[in-house]
Each structure stands twice: as structure tokens, then as C-alpha cells.
T-cell receptor, first 118, second 117 residues
Framework: TQLLEQSPQFLSIQEGENLTVYCNSS?????LQWYRQEPGEGPVLLVT?????EVKKLKRLTFQFGDARKDSSLHITAAQPGDTGLYLC??????????????????FGDGTTLTVKP | GAGVSQSPSNKVTEKGKDVELRCDPI?????LYWYRQSLGQGLEFLIY????????KSGLPSDRFSAERTGGSVSTLTIQRTQQEDSAVYLC???????????????FGPGTRLTVL
């Protein structure tokens, strides 16, 4: 069973502060996604990283995929109240030997609840 | 709208009753997923349909849970003899195969909030 551990579980900061959320696993993933979810809605994709060591930037958000493709981080610079939400990482895998047994199935972390106070 | 839709948005039922939750995926998406989410928590995988392949039911918590996907499109998640611990938000997502055979983004519906009294 592939597990993804996110930390911290809860984070409450003031507007303008920086923060980093971590997503760790002992398993290797073919790709890793970060989603953001607001209350009453489904998660929405922020980014997909597929290459070990890859860094992607989305405005004030910086995403990094570990060299071994087992971990990832999300860094937010100068957080704003609009960044408040539940942040989820999800690792995707492909089956062994080309099998499609679990191709397309993602493992989700337990999420980080971020609150940015004005 | 071209997004994933789910119905009902809210469902309140009594313990022991059966419930059916519906998911309409994005047209053309061959993969469909069901997840369960408790308040403020991550997503618990339930079941996954991929094209005409046999569904991956490994996440269903008990034999009271079942799901069907008719015609490769609409899916129904059925919970029989509901229990209070079944109370949660049930999310549906759909996806498609990207170039190179990797599956990337899942598009989620707004979820159905199930409350079992």
C-alpha cells in the first residue's frame, strides 16, 4: 500500500507570511499532483510534477518534486487570505511490467488545512 | 456546464436505509473515481472505473457499498443499510489518459454530503 504523509496537518498564519507544506512517501510515484479544496467544493488541481527534481512556479506558489520522486513540497510566498483552504497531494503510479492494474489510480495525502488571517 | 456533476448535493437518511449517489463525469473521460472524505480530512479511495476494464473495488469498506458505471458514463454509488459511520462527503472524479499513457488530472464534482441519523 502506498501512503502519502502530509505535514503539517494544520497551519494558521498571518497575511504576508511564507509557508511550506510537505508531502512524503516511501514509495516512488510516476507523477505527483497538488490540489486545493475550498469548503463545499471538490478539490481543484494546482499543478502536476513528473520529473525528479522538477520545480514549478505558479505565481506565489512554488512546487518541488524530490529527486527520487518520493516526496514533494509546496511553498507559498506572502500568503493571502484567499490562499485559505485544504491542500492535498496525490501520487499517481503505473502498474508493473506495463500492467494497467492500478494505472490511473492516485493515492491522496490526508491534507493540510491552511488558514491565512488578514 | 462541462464539469463533473453529482446528485443529490445533500442527503439525510435514517440508519438502516439504502441510498444512491449519482455522478455524471465529463464527457469523454474514460476513468471515474469515487472517494469518501470526512470533515477536513484527505480523500479515502473507494472504487475506480477505467474504460471497459473490471473496476478496482479495493477501497470499498464493506459489502454494503457497491457502484456501477453504465455505458461508460454515469455512475451510481449505492450504500445499503446505512450506518452512522457512513456519514461523510462522497466525491466523484473523472479523468482521461494523457499522452504517453500517464493519468494526470482528476476533475472533481462538488460532492454529496451524506448524513445518517
Amino acid at each position: 500500500t502506498q501512503l502519502l504523509e502530509q505535514s503539517p496537518q494544520f497551519l494558521s498564519i498571518q497575511e504576508g507570511e511564507n509557508l511550506t507544506v510537505y508531502c512524503n512517501s516511501s514509495s516512488v510515484f510516476s507523477s505527483l499532483q497538488w490540489y486545493r479544496q475550498e469548503p463545499g467544493e471538490g478539490p481543484v488541481l494546482l499543478v502536476t510534477v513528473v520529473t525528479g527534481g522538477e520545480v514549478k512556479k505558479l505565481k506565489r506558489l512554488t512546487f518541488q518534486f524530490g529527486d527520487a520522486r518520493k516526496d514533494s513540497s509546496l511553498h507559498i510566498t506572502a500568503a493571502q487570505p484567499g490562499d485559505t483552504g485544504l491542500y492535498l497531494c496525490a501520487g499517481a503510479s503505473i502498474g508493473r511490467h506495463g500492467s494497467s492494474t492500478n494505472a490511473g489510480k492516485s493515492t491522496f495525502g490526508d491534507g493540510t488545512t491552511l488558514t491565512v488571517k488578514p | 456546464g462541462a464539469g463533473v456533476s453529482q446528485s443529490p448535493s445533500n442527503k439525510v437518511t435514517e440508519k438502516g436505509k439504502d441510498v444512491e449517489l449519482r455522478c455524471d463525469p465529463i464527457s469523454g473521460h474514460t476513468a471515474l473515481y469515487w472517494y469518501r472524505q470526512s470533515l477536513g480530512q484527505g480523500l479515502e479511495f473507494l472504487i475506480y472505473f477505467q474504460g471497459n476494464s473490471a473496476p478496482d473495488k479495493s477501497g470499498l469498506p464493506s459489502d454494503r457499498f457497491s457502484a456501477e458505471r453504465t455505458g461508460g458514463s454515469v455512475s451510481t454509488l449505492t450504500i445499503q443499510r446505512t450506518q452512522q459511520e457512513d456519514s461523510a462527503v462522497y466525491l466523484c472524479a473523472s479523468s482521461f489518459r494523457q499522452t504517453g499513457g500517464f493519468w494526470y488530472e482528476q476533475f472533481f464534482g462538488p460532492g454529496t454530503r451524506l448524513t445518517v441519523l
